[in-house]
């Protein structure tokens, strides 16, 4: 079992019980919060309930559709022929046949609607409230093939987001060696434009310290350096943390925030383009995590 888990699937089971047999699937597709929607034969009324227990017991998000179809066998000695409607049929076809038609066959007479009747049910109650449990146990076993499925997917899911957090981290620290030059490129780029603006005025130098200073204070990206930094080893121990779907929703909104915040402190194009690339990374990693449970 993968350390998390996705939130699309696909289980199915099947049981039979006495002159009962059945079928379940569950299906499964992303959703911010857990809907489980079930659809199941009449006369089984506490199957819902249970169905949408099993599914709270065993997921935490995602769109569910369970659905269960049943069918009871009626042997054939049960049958009754309506006479009156066999009589109707028979009349209309010798009419037919007096025009030429193919006269009937037996089986032709017999699958016509309402020729054929079948008795009516008279259910023991414990016999259906067996069947029921047994069909409980099938709504079950579908789940757990469900949660198997969302399982294999997530062991998928999760080397893909992994690599996504290692780059993420990877530009962190190519953004932090960056940064580390930009003070004296804010003092090297204002100091020029101070000479050229004004060459001869006094007390010069001070001034394109004091300046150069401020700006740098500006631009310092330290904060939000050390926070995407926190922000990785968050990912990597939520990860291993499930269910962890929306806790990292969460992450990735602060991820690109840092993210945003490094690109308008930036003050060279290296940054820049370090931030940029930042964001569209997170970007791909948030597309990732809107399949995670």
């Given at each position: 079992m993968?350390?998390?888990?996705?939130?699309?699937?696909f289980?199915?089971?099947?049981?039979?019980?006495?002159?009962?047999?059945?079928?379940?699937e569950?299906?499964s597709?992303n959703?911010?919060?857990?809907?489980?929607r079930?659809?199941?034969?009449?006369?089984?009324?506490?199957?819902e309930?249970h169905?949408?227990?099993?599914?709270q017991?065993?997921?935490?998000?995602?769109?569910?559709?369970?659905?269960?179809?049943?069918r009871r066998?009626?042997?054939?000695a049960?049958?009754?022929?309506n006479?009156?409607?066999?009589?109707?049929?028979?009349?209309?076809?010798?009419q037919?046949?007096?025009?030429?038609a193919?006269?009937?066959?037996?089986?032709g007479l017999?699958s016509?609607r309402?020729v054929?009747?079948?008795?009516?049910?008279?259910?023991?109650?414990e016999?259906r409230?067996?069947?029921?449990?047994?069909?409980a146990?099938?709504?079950?076993?579908?789940?757990?093939?469900?949660?198997?499925?969302?399982?294999?997917e997530?062991?998928?899911?999760l080397?893909?987001?992994?690599?996504?957090?290692?780059?993420?981290a990877?530009?962190t620290?190519?953004?932090?060696?960056e940064?580390?030059?930009?003070?004296?490129?804010?003092?090297?780029?204002?100091?020029?434009?101070?000479t050229?603006?004004?060459?001869?005025?006094?007390?010069?130098?001070?001034?394109?310290f004091?300046?150069?200073?401020?700006?740098?204070?500006?631009?310092?990206?330290r904060?939000?350096?050390d926070?995407l930094?926190?922000h990785?080893?968050?990912?990597?121990?939520l990860l291993?943390?499930?269910?962890?779907?929306r806790k990292?929703?969460?992450l990735?909104?602060?991820?690109?925030?840092?993210?945003?915040t490094l690109?308008?402190?930036s003050?060279?194009t290296?940054?820049?383009?370090i931030?940029?690339?930042?964001?569209a990374?997170?970007?791909?990693?948030?597309e990732?995590?809107?399949n995670v449970?």
């Amino acid at each position: 079992m993968s350390a998390i888990s996705g939130m699309t699937g696909f289980g199915r089971a099947d049981g039979a019980d006495g002159d009962w047999s059945w079928s379940v699937e569950a299906r499964s597709v992303n959703g911010r919060n857990l809907e489980v929607r079930f659809r199941g034969p009449p006369g089984f009324d506490g199957l819902e309930r249970h169905a949408k227990a099993s599914a709270q017991a065993r997921l935490s998000r995602g769109q569910v559709t369970l659905g269960v179809q049943a069918r009871r066998e009626i042997g054939v000695a049960a049958l009754k022929v309506n006479q009156d409607i066999l009589a109707r049929y028979l009349t209309l076809a010798n009419q037919l046949a007096e025009e030429g038609a193919t006269p009937p066959s037996a089986d032709g007479l017999l699958s016509l609607r309402g020729v054929l009747e079948a008795p009516e049910e008279v259910d023991d109650p414990e016999a259906r409230a067996a069947v029921e449990a047994a069909m409980a146990l099938t709504i079950d076993a579908a789940l757990d093939a469900l949660k198997l499925s969302r399982d294999r997917e997530g062991a998928q899911l999760l080397p893909v987001i992994a690599d996504f957090v290692d780059r993420i981290a990877a530009l962190t620290a190519r953004a932090g060696t960056e940064a580390a030059a930009q003070t004296e490129a804010i003092r090297d780029r204002f100091a020029r434009r101070m000479t050229d603006l004004a060459p001869d005025a006094p007390g010069l130098e001070d001034r394109i310290f004091l300046e150069a200073a401020a700006l740098a204070t500006k631009a310092d990206v330290r904060e939000e350096l050390d926070r995407l930094s926190a922000h990785v080893e968050s990912a990597g121990a939520l990860l291993q943390q499930p269910p962890a779907g929306r806790k990292l929703d969460f992450l990735m909104q602060e991820f690109m925030r840092e993210a945003n915040t490094l690109c308008s402190k930036s003050a060279t194009t290296a940054l820049t383009g370090i931030g940029l690339e930042l964001k569209a990374v997170i970007e791909q990693l948030r597309e990732q995590v809107q399949n995670v449970e």
